[in-house]
T-cell receptor, first 110, second 114 residues
Framework: AQSVTQLDSQVPVFEEAPVELRCNYS??????LFWYVQYPNQGLQLLLK??????LVKGINGFEAEFNKSQTSFHLRKPSVHISDTAEYFC????????FGAGTRLTVKP | DTEVTQTPKHLVMGMTNKKSLKCEQH?????MYWYKQKAKKPPELMFV???????INESVPSRFSPECPNSSLLNLHLHALQPEDSALYLC?????????????FGQGTRLTVV
């Protein structure tokens, strides 16, 4: 069975600083990995996905993630965050169905 | 059109009521999903429909009854719910089942059981 672990439940950061949200996965088969963002009282929006190919994946809103098979990681990064990036971020793994990590609350402070 | 539309956005129901949540997509997706999300928790998979047939039921209580009338519509019928069933209910769709491609989510229905 596949699963994901998000290593930080909360990440506070100042505006314009870089940020990394960490995600580790486990699976006995090939996986597809995703990062979703959820703003308050809204559904989930896809930031980026890794299906195959290049291990560096670029997404929307300036986010990127790197798939590392040897470390079973898929960390999300942004070089300079904005106040509007404050939200809940979910890492997800998919084979038969999609399973989410516990989420990381990113709070960007002025 | 890359939207998944859920109605209603908010619903308050008593424990003896019967209500339905609706979900619609016009992207030609053949897999549709119901998730339940409690506050400060990740979405939890409830049901998966693939080609209009129920393919996954994550041991959900029978007071939740899904229905897929056609490839564009997904309903969740609610009956005799408990206060602990209060949550955000999210619908999603994907091109095929198995989630090998991305899932598109609706904005959710905020359900309160009183």
């Amino acid at each position: 069975a596949q699963s994901v672990t998000q290593l930080d439940s909360q990440v506070p950061v100042f505006e314009e600083a870089p940020v990394e949200l960490r995600c580790n996965y486990s699976s006995s088969v090939s996986v597809y990995l995703f990062w979703y963002v959820q703003y308050p009282n809204q559904g989930l929006q896809l930031l980026l996905k890794y299906l195959s190919g290049s291990t560096l994946v670029k997404g929307i809103n300036g986010f990127e993630a790197e798939f590392n098979k040897s470390q079973t990681s898929f960390h999300l990064r942004k070089p300079s965050v904005h106040i509007s990036d404050t939200a809940e971020y979910f890492c997800a793994v998919s084979t038969r169905d999609m399973r989410f990590g516990a989420g990381t609350r990113l709070t960007v402070k002025p | 059109d890359t939207e998944v539309t859920q109605t209603p956005k908010h619903l308050v129901m008593g424990m003896t009521n019967k209500k339905s949540l609706k979900c619609e997509q016009h992207m030609g997706h053949r897999a549709m999903y119901w998730y339940k999300q409690k506050a400060k928790k990740p979405p939890e998979l409830m049901f998966v429909y693939s080609y209009e047939k129920l393919s996954i039921n994550e041991s959900v209580p029978s007071r939740f009854s899904p229905e897929c009338p056609n490839s564009s519509l997904l309903n969740l019928h609610l009956h005799a719910l408990q206060p602990e069933d209060s949550a955000l209910y999210l619908c999603a769709s994907s091109r095929e089942g198995g989630f090998a491609t991305e899932a598109f989510f609706g904005q959710g229905t905020r359900l309160t059981v009183v």
